[in-house]
């Protein structure tokens, strides 16, 4: 197998598994949201450029498909960007811009997993967190539900920059997550903190091994076999951190070692 290219049986466990196919493909929230509950997790809209499973190519229902360029005027896009909103108002799955500022969703028995390798303990947010982060959070814990505008000023952080770079810090530590997009009179997200719609699994104590391991089987188990570097571009995973979730799955027989990097899930031989 040349690097790159994977057989044609593990592209027909991802058709199967990422919804790339006709009729499988998602066209309602209720079938976004049973699609991120058995993947585990997925992108938003990232297209087949990217690897991994995307909400973007199961509501498409194919292996090549592209965003266009003008995203506004194409159907697919339009209606996952409408099933994005509706998922992240609902609250049944978390949705958030996580490692690499990458919008994703996660179902809620990967929250823990996730949150152990990127949270930030509240004991230690006083020397992990940017001073401007702090300052927002400071502002949500008194006040729970906020707009972005109004999170702004009551946060006096003046510099726009500055100030997304901290929501951005936020949300990729688990703090705080968009919990509703208002676009009249004015576009604006409303945010909430991530315990209080995720409480429970939040809560959660896991150890890091048990983390990595968890996130790698959740990504094996769909994608069937990992190439070299896939695990960590499609979570964010630093590279020796993915090497030690793969090695797991080894040492436990859930997955065959095909050479550096390479993984194939095992049941599949």
Not at 143 to 160: F, K, N, P, V, Y
Not at 213 to 231: D, P, Q
Not at 243 to 254: K, P, Q, S
Request: positive net charge; aromatic residues 8%; glycine residues 8%.
């Amino acid at each position: 197998m040349r690097e790159g290219l994977l057989p044609e049986d593990i592209e027909t466990h991802r058709d199967r598994w990422w919804r790339r196919e006709p009729d499988r493909k998602v066209e309602d929230v209720n079938a976004a949201e049973q699609f991120t509950e058995s993947i585990g997790f997925c992108s938003t809209l990232t297209d087949s450029r990217r690897p991994g499973p995307s909400l973007f190519i199961a509501v498409c229902g194919r292996r090549d498909a592209h965003l266009p360029r003008n995203v506004q005027k194409d159907p697919e896009s339009s209606l996952t960007w409408v099933l994005k909103d509706e998922i992240m108002s609902r609250g049944k799955v978390f949705y958030g811009k996580l490692a690499r500022g990458r919008a994703t969703f996660l179902s809620r028995r990967l929250i823990p997993y996730f949150h152990s390798v990127w949270g930030i303990p509240k004991k230690s947010e006083g020397s992990l967190l940017s001073p401007e982060s702090r300052a927002v959070l400071r502002v949500m814990r008194r006040e729970w539900e906020m707009g972005t505008r109004d999170l702004q000023d009551a946060s006096r952080i003046t510099d726009r920059a500055r100030f997304l770079r901290s929501m951005d810090e936020l949300q990729r530590t688990f703090k705080i997550i968009p919990s509703e997009v208002i676009y009249k009179p004015k576009f604006t997200y409303i945010w909430t903190l991530a315990e209080g719609r995720f409480p429970e699994e939040l809560a959660e104590t896991v150890d890091r091994e048990s983390a990595l391991r968890e996130i790698a089987r959740t990504f094996l188990s769909g994608a069937g076999m990992t190439l070299r570097g896939e695990l960590a571009s499609v979570t964010g995973l630093s590279a020796p951190d993915a090497g030690l979730g793969n090695w797991a799955l080894v040492d436990e027989g859930f997955a065959v070692r095909l050479a550096p990097g390479v993984y194939r899930l095992r049941k599949l031989d």
